[in-house]
């Protein structure tokens, strides 16, 4: 078990989840990167029965997109109260009712989103 509160990044780019995970970090969060939505499926399944307080997902991605990932984390008994932020260029993709941030993400009101879900 951590100490520090997870937060879980799955984004197809390389560059801005280095940015999320050193802000993040920088932040106190202990930040947990997947580069698609299966490996991110995975990471969250390897955590249990400990859960992230947020998942910040790009939508469009290889493997499993953001909506598939998503749909499989809110069927899943263990995981489908964790929090998602979706982050995309084009937020009409984005599940409805959820929390999307278009790209590029104001780092400023990202922060306040993490706090809030991990409060």
């Not at 008994?77 to 929090?83: A, C, E, F, G, S």
């Amino acid at each position: 078990m951590t100490s520090r509160k997870i937060v879980v990044v799955v984004d197809d780019e390389p560059g801005l989840c280095e940015t999320f995970q050193d802000f993040l970090d920088d932040e106190g969060y202990d930040v947990r990167v997947a580069m698609d939505g299966a490996v991110g499926l995975q990471t969250l399944k390897q955590l249990l029965p400990e859960k992230p307080c947020i998942v910040i997902c790009d939508v469009l991605m290889p493997l499993l997109d953001g909506n598939a990932l998503y749909a499989i984390v809110k069927a899943d008994r263990d995981l489908k109260t964790i929090p998602f932020v979706f982050t995309t260029s084009d937020p009409a993709r984005a599940p409805a009712g959820e929390l999307i941030m278009k790209k590029p993400v104001n780092f400023d009101v990202l922060l306040s989103v993490v706090r809030k879900c991990c409060a």
